[in-house]
Each structure stands twice: as C-alpha cells, then as structure tokens.
C-alpha cells in the first residue's frame, strides 16, 4: 500500500487555480490515485480518479507523470465554496485498505 | 438515488457504556466500509465488507468493537464498552464493488460520537 504525502494547508484567492501535489514515492504498478474532498461535519466526496497522465472532468483535472511517483490535482477558478480538505489516496483494487492521510486544508479567500 | 443513510447522527454517552450505530448504504452497492475519523484527522478504516462477508478488519479494535452486515445489505457498528478515546465521527460509505477496478466510495453523514 503507497504511503501518500501532501501539504497540510494552501491558501488561495477566489478566481485562482489550486495546484495540491500527492507524493506517493512507493506506489505499486496497479494502483490507482484518488482524490476526496471532505466539508466539515460531512463524510468526503469523490473528486476524481486516475492511473496515468491526464484526467479531467467537470471539477478538476489530475496529473499523474509518467514515473508515478506524484499527482497533482488541479481545481481551476477556485470560489469560496473549495475551501474544504482534500485528500489523496493511492491503492489497488481488490481487497486493500483504503488509507487516507491527513489531507491538505484548503482555504479560498475573497 | 438516495445516499448513505446513517444514524444517530449525534451520540453522547459515559465511558463504559455501550453504543451501536446503523448505516444503510447505497441500493445494489456490495462493499461497504465503516471508518473512523478523529478530529484533525483523516478517516480511518475499521472495516470493510463485501456483500455479508468480511473482506478486512484488521484496524478494528476487537476487545470492544464489533460490526456485522448480517443480510448483505444495512450494518451496524457497535462499541462495548467505550473509551474516552473512541469520541469521533464515525462514517459509513458504501461502493458498487471493490474489485480490479477501485469504485468510488459514497460517504454518509456520519454519527458524532462523544465519550465523557
């Protein structure tokens, strides 16, 4: 199981683009990185998913360099409402135990 | 669709006492997990469920926590006795499948518990 290591906190400025990196030195051929956004007093929320290069949907893009090793989640145009914590998490599929960090706190500001 | 339904949401009891929380998860998901989360913390896995069989537990404090998926469908995570230490939140989530593929993982609400 890849041990994953982010940033605890960024600030930002509303209108801007967050860049967060996920280290995940150790990361096993078939393993997947995750990304989850937690509000407070919420459960976390599925933000995106990758295995190689480029992904993108509605809400974010994630980068993934060919060696593996990093991923960068990328929000574009952050507003107030992105100020949560973001976590990454790196695993398999199959029977693994998902292992979130402690994230990287987020905080937009006006 | 509906989403992960847990509850209590809120649960205050005495150290020693006993406490049981429900999760029922999404409909026709086969996984489902059951983690805990301490304040300033990630979520931590206790255990994971597919369908009614246990597919890893090894993070659950078994002196005094126990969960069962009896149908294959809703849970329920219990805690006997309790510690000052188990005050978290403890957070449900469910997905279509752990197989080759990772699923995406649906979170309920979570149920608050503090241990006084």
């Given at each position: 199981?890849?041990?994953?290591?982010?940033p605890?906190?960024?600030?930002?400025?509303?209108?801007?683009?967050?860049n967060?990196t996920c280290s995940?030195?150790?990361?096993?051929?078939?393993?997947?990185i995750t990304?989850?956004?937690?509000?407070?007093s919420q459960?976390?929320r599925f933000?995106?998913?990758?295995?190689?290069t480029k992904?993108t949907?509605?809400v974010?893009?994630l980068?993934i360099?060919a060696?593996?090793k990093s991923?960068t989640?990328?929000?574009?145009r952050?507003?107030?409402?992105?100020t949560?914590v973001?976590?990454c998490l790196?695993?398999?599929?199959g029977?693994?135990?998902?292992t979130?960090?402690?994230g990287?706190?987020?905080?937009?500001?006006? | 669709?509906?989403?992960v339904?847990?509850?209590?949401r809120y649960?205050?009891?005495e150290?020693?006492?006993?406490?049981a929380?429900?999760c029922n998860?999404?409909s026709?998901?086969?996984t489902?997990?059951?983690?805990?989360?301490?304040l300033?913390?990630?979520p931590?896995l206790?255990?994971q469920?597919?369908?009614?069989?246990?597919?890893d537990d090894?993070?659950l404090?078994?002196d005094?926590f126990s969960?069962?998926?009896?149908k294959g469908?809703?849970?329920?995570?219990?805690i006997?006795?309790a510690?000052l230490e188990?005050?978290?939140?403890y957070l449900?989530a469910?997905?279509?499948?752990?197989?080759?593929?990772?699923?995406e993982?649906?979170?309920?609400?979570?149920?608050?518990?503090?241990v006084?």
């Amino acid at each position: 199981l890849a041990k994953t290591t982010q940033p605890i906190s960024m600030d930002s400025y509303e209108g801007q683009e967050v860049n967060i990196t996920c280290s995940h030195n150790n990361i096993a051929t078939n393993d997947y990185i995750t990304w989850y956004q937690q509000f407070p007093s919420q459960g976390p929320r599925f933000i995106i998913q990758g295995y190689k290069t480029k992904v993108t949907n509605e809400v974010a893009s994630l980068f993934i360099p060919a060696d593996r090793k990093s991923s960068t989640l990328s929000l574009p145009r952050v507003s107030l409402s992105d100020t949560a914590v973001y976590y990454c998490l790196a695993a398999s599929g199959g029977s693994y135990i998902p292992t979130f960090g402690r994230g990287t706190s987020l905080i937009v500001h006006p | 669709e509906a989403g992960v339904a847990q509850s209590p949401r809120y649960k205050i009891i005495e150290k020693r006492q006993s406490v049981a929380f429900w999760c029922n998860p999404i409909s026709g998901h086969a996984t489902l997990y059951w983690y805990q989360q301490i304040l300033g913390q990630g979520p931590k896995l206790l255990i994971q469920f597919q369908n009614n069989g246990v597919v890893d537990d090894s993070q659950l404090p078994k002196d005094r926590f126990s969960a069962e998926r009896l149908k294959g469908v809703d849970s329920t995570l219990k805690i006997q006795p309790a510690k000052l230490e188990d005050s978290a939140v403890y957070l449900c989530a469910s997905s279509i499948l752990a197989g080759e593929t990772l699923s995406e993982q649906f979170f309920g609400p979570g149920t608050r518990l503090t241990v006084l």
